[in-house]
């Protein structure tokens, strides 16, 4: 008689659809133990459930290392339309000032649905739901809830803008001006910055206010000579946050741990933006353009930090600020003589308090005022590249051009193409082997790199072949080749060693990290431990892998797996994830009518 284990629990899910979770009191796949076992779910035809990682099923043979069956712990729908009326009229009138005048508007009105369920196994699961389509709000008994909840969101937004391009002598200037407004059409929670309101809730909401702005703008042309001029240019920009993070987890009925709730109520972006050009164009090929120009953009999305009792929470806000200068340089030859290029350097920065929104989620706590510890001053963004040089160099013969070999151009209709570029390291912020910042925020810099891409491209024209009848229909073969020169520097590392392979964790793992238990590929009655409950997976197979059994013995001891897993880092490894690509080759073929 086979013994029956008492360590599965035995229960029997009789709930069916295409997320739940099944299961069934049944034998281990070598019938040696008696569990409760996952069942593949027949309306989908997998395992269904949260993700699991206790199958050794893999190339390493290794438990606990890859998702073998189960879920992502959530799916979202998502629906957006949107209707639109734009127009504009443009009147030019001629004189001693000549005038350019244009005036325009544009309207939207949007909807937009979403469901979503976190836990869709879970009989009380977190959900997020604002839409009358795929069922609406399933998971409600509450009538008001679900009236709130089974319906989109429709919001609108409008603009109205006039400019007039006024040209006098040469000197050409545009003031203009633009109005701006959104309505969320929907309400929004009054107290958010001290408690949580539930969407069933009476009290506790009301109406999102429509959001204005008056933008006015302006630039100048002066010419300088005939070849030259200088511009200088102001605007005052609107523009509001995504709309997900206004009512994304807005009408929640309760919070899940460390949640960031949507705020319909969110204030407009406003950008102050100057910039001002020198343009000279030093002969009939060559030209020179230097810009600078310097942004402030106030109001950018965030995360809030509430530590409302009993459980904290996040609310979308806009209390984040960003600095944006630089300077460019611009040297074109335009292409003749078969030869033509461009050349850029950026120098730039960007500072701020938030790369993004979701930067100051889950900053650390100050334990002794509970408050959260967010940036006292700006830092360097996380996409702050303080130099960048573009070139950009063209080869090319047309129509009858190119040397001629025995009434042959071999270089007629080809383009050759190189395209490179230098740039310096984006910043990043210390820590240490526990992955505690040990610095300022982003006080360090990546390394810098540089790469050059090539292109090859030859034109046959039909008409060459089939006469005129072809028309100007052409065939074109070409090969790109980027990272031609096989540079495979070093693009990034891990900010806990400073190394772009050592994470400071993978290749610190011993032979102690991983479970003493043997594994036996065979069960024998004669050795109870060959069948005990720590062979097998939670599906019923055996941890047993041949792939980790080095000696062929049957055991996969705990040296074995430290060995197995060493193997599998060095394959990671292989893979240079935080090197430059190697040189990579494309061939094409294209048809042009």
Do not use: C
């Amino acid at each position: 008689r086979q013994p029956r284990s008492t360590l599965f629990p035995y229960t029997t899910l009789f709930r069916s659809d295409q997320y739940e979770y099944m299961s069934k009191l049944e034998k281990t796949k070598d019938g040696y133990l008696l569990g409760d076992i996952p069942q593949i779910n027949k309306l989908t035809g997998y395992y269904e459930g949260d993700a699991s990682s206790q199958s050794s099923d893999n190339p390493y043979g290794i438990p606990f290392m890859f998702t073998k069956h189960g879920n992502e712990r959530n799916f979202s729908f998502r629906k957006g339309n949107y209707w639109q009326l734009d127009g504009n009229y443009t009147l030019s009138l001629d004189g001693e000032f000549d005038h350019m005048f244009k005036a325009g508007f544009e309207g939207r009105i949007y909807e937009m649905h979403r469901h979503m369920n976190s836990l869709p196994w879970d009989g009380n699961p977190f959900f997020d739901v604002y839409t009358d389509e795929w069922g609406g709000n399933l998971y409600t008994t509450d009538q008001d809830v679900k009236t709130k909840t089974s319906q989109p969101y429709k919001p609108y937004r409008g603009s109205l803008y006039v400019l007039d391009q006024i040209t006098y002598k040469g000197i050409i200037m545009t003031p203009g001006v633009r109005f701006d407004f959104f309505s969320p059409n929907s309400q929004y929670r009054v107290q958010a910055d001290s408690n949580f309101t539930p969407i069933s809730s009476t009290t506790g909401f009301a109406d999102a206010k429509t959001k204005f702005q008056v933008s006015p703008r302006i630039n100048i042309t002066y010419p300088i000579t005939e070849r030259s001029n200088i511009s200088i240019a102001y605007g005052l920009y609107f523009k509001m946050p995504e709309l997900q993070s206004l009512y994304d987890a807005f009408a929640v009925e309760q919070l899940r741990g460390n949640a960031v709730l949507g705020d319909p109520n969110l204030e407009a972006q406003r950008t102050n933006a100057y910039q001002v050009a020198y343009n000279n164009q030093l002969s009939d090929d060559f030209a020179l353009t230097i810009s600078a120009y310097y942004r402030d953009v106030y109001n950018q999305l965030g995360e809030r930090y509430i530590p409302a009792l009993p459980q904290p929470f996040f609310i979308s806000s806009i209390t984040e600020y960003g600095n944006a200068k630089g300077i460019e340089f611009t040297f074109i030859k335009r292409l003749t003589d078969h030869f033509g290029f461009t050349l850029n350097y950026t120098l730039s920065q960007a500072v701020g308090t938030s790369s993004g929104p979701g930067d100051n989620y889950l900053v650390p706590i100050d334990p002794y005022t509970g408050a959260a510890s967010y940036p006292l001053s700006e830092y360097p963004m996380d996409y702050d590249r303080r130099h960048r040089i573009n070139a950009i160099i063209n080869f090319a013969w047309m129509d009858g051009e190119g040397p001629s070999i025995a009434g042959i151009r071999p270089l007629e209709n080809t383009f050759f193409n190189f395209t490179g570029f230098f740039q310096t390291g984006t910043p990043y912020t210390p820590v240490d082997m526990q992955g505690n910042a040990i610095g300022e925020v982003n006080s360090e810099r990546g390394p810098s790199y540089w790469s050059v891409d090539f292109r090859l491209n030859k034109a046959f024209k039909m008409r060459d072949i089939f006469g005129d009848g072809a028309g100007n229909s052409q065939i074109e073969f070409f090969i790109d080749i980027n990272n031609i020169l096989n540079r495979t520097a070093v693009a990034g590392f891990y900010t806990r060693t400073g190394d772009p392979d050592d994470d400071g964790v993978s290749f610190y793992r011993t032979p102690s990290a991983f479970s003493a238990t043997t594994y036996y590929k065979e069960a024998d009655y004669g050795n109870p431990e060959s069948f005990s409950t720590d062979q097998y997976d939670m599906y019923g197979n055996r941890y047993y892998n041949e792939n980790a059994d080095f000696d062929g013995n049957g055991l996969v001891t705990q040296q074995e797996k430290y060995d197995s897993y060493v193997n599998y880092l060095k394959d990671v490894r292989s893979l240079r994830g935080n090197y430059q690509l190697p040189r990579t080759v494309y061939l094409g073929l294209m048809f042009r009518f």
